[in-house]
């Protein structure tokens, strides 16, 4: 592909240089598009062909269904890495050593004691609170109980960031649940792993002792392995934005969450489970279902298929699936909505509307069946996306502000009104 790309606009010839990525991707370099044109920009409803960033952090190839995390591929980092070594691979660009591994355990451990007046915040909330708006005020509020903003330039305090915020997040995910469920707010233990820890806080039950389950240990630790970063994804370029203008990191967090919360997004995981319930309960027609998917005129979509970037299997749905058959075989939990959604997958994939739009499966349609198995409630599967997501949000988040993008500020194309004179109340 030639190095530059010719436009012309009203019979002038301009060219603009082509990135090309390290898979081959490549982009034309439009930012100097307004000043030579004088005034003429592109528009991309939803961003659908528009790079916001070069990154050396994620690699989707959407037609071929690969994902890698710098370079490493899912389904080797799923099967052979835990969620901290994930974490740590993502945020500082190298699989940890044994010994930067077991610091940075140590280190997550030191700072998983939150402020107990986020107690009082929680308090504050109802019961009915929707738990991913819990948990995104909690994120912006701990920028009150850790002021200062990050110094980007110190890698010291950079890394006390990572692992202050990687410690607290599981904290304020436990006691968003518990909020709801009216049980003590509980801190686990030190001695316990990181995905052991979180389950205690999550499960324990104050007149018992908690019993960690190794299947479920080991599910959730993958399903955070694959939930961890996305490259530009929705909730991620919101972080992003956010951090642009020099916002903390705990407000650039608070906001990706409220953007993940979104069923066309990470709330897709809630509205499968809730889709395949209705599914059941109306009889288990899936026919029907499909049908009303197709319908133009019908507001009903297919949750947890189809995916901007992934025109063919999304690979963590393959891995997700496959998880979900072994956890609720090992657990002997039979789940008749898997049947149900099993069945909607193959009759997808034969289904020449889903087939011609290339619409497959995505990360949030067997996830849920994976929490639920867990007894994970339905409006907290979106937490554990939030969750599983952090490492990503917070290495784009860096790697945004170390390369020092600009402010993200979006220009228009204005159709409203031309000038026109104010008319006075009495004359209108
Ligand atoms: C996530 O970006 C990421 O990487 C996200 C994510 C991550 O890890 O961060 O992967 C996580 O958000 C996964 C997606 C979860 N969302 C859902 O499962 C919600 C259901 N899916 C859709 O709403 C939709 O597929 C999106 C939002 C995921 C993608 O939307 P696009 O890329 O804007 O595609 P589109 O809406 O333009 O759809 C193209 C066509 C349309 O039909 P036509 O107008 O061409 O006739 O496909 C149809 C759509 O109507 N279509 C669907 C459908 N998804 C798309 N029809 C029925 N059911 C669906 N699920």
């Not at 990706?256 to 990470?266: F, Q, V």
Request: aromatic share 10%.
């Amino acid at each position: 592909m030639s190095e530059i790309a010719k436009l012309e606009v009203g019979g002038k010839v301009y060219e603009f240089p082509i990135y090309t990525g390290t898979e081959d991707e490549s982009a034309i370099d439009i930012s100097k598009l307004r000043g030579v044109t004088e005034g003429v920009i592109t528009i991309d409803r939803g961003y659908k062909n528009t790079g916001s960033c070069l990154s050396e952090i994620t690699f989707l190839e959407g037609e071929k269904g690969i994902l890698r995390y710098r370079g490493y591929s899912i389904e080797e980092l799923a099967e052979k890495a835990d969620f901290l070594e994930v974490a740590f691979l993502l945020i500082f660009g190298e699989l940890p050593t044994q010994e930067q591994l077991d610091k940075f355990n140590s280190d997550i451990k030191k700072n998983s004691v939150v402020d107990d007046d986020i107690k009082k915040i929680i308090d504050a909330f109802p019961k009915s609170a929707h738990p991913m708006g819990v948990l995104s005020s909690l994120t912006s509020a701990l920028t009150a109980f850790n002021p200062g903003a990050v110094d980007i330039d110190s890698e010291e305090d950079m890394y006390n960031s990572v692992v202050g915020i990687l410690g607290k997040f599981p904290v304020l995910v436990a006691w968003t649940m518990r909020k709801k469920q009216g049980l003590p707010l509980d801190y686990g233990k030190k001695s316990l792993g990181y995905i052991e820890n979180l389950l205690k806080m999550m499960f324990k039950q104050p007149n018992e002792k908690y019993i960690q389950n190794p299947i479920i240990v080991n599910a959730l630790d993958k399903l955070l392995i694959l939930h961890a970063d996305h490259e530009q994804n929705c909730s991620t370029s919101t972080v992003r934005i956010v951090g642009s203008s020099h916002a903390g990191l705990f407000a650039s967090l608070s906001a990706g969450i409220s953007a993940l919360w979104g069923p066309l997004h990470g709330g897709a995981n809630q509205a499968v489970l809730e889709m395949l319930e209705g599914i059941k309960k109306d009889g288990g027609d899936t026919n029907k279902y499909m049908a009303k998917a197709k319908d133009k005129n019908d507001p009903f979509r297919l949750m947890g298929f189809g995916h901007r970037v992934y025109k063919n299997f999304d690979p963590r749905a393959k891995i997700i699936k496959k998880a979900a058959d072994e956890v609720l075989g090992n657990l002997g939990v039979k789940d008749p909505v898997l049947d149900i959604a099993e069945g909607l997958e193959s009759q997808a994939l034969a289904d020449d509307y889903f087939v011609a739009r290339k619409l497959y499966p995505n990360v949030d349609f067997y996830s849920g069946i994976i929490y639920r198995a867990m007894g994970i409630p339905t409006d907290m599967f979106t937490v554990m996306f939030a969750l599983g997501r952090l490492p990503g949000w917070i290495a784009q988040w860096k790697e945004m502000r170390l390369n020092n993008e600009p402010i993200g500020r979006p220009r228009q194309i204005y159709t409203g009104e031309s000038l026109r004179e104010f008319v006075p109340v009495e004359k209108r």
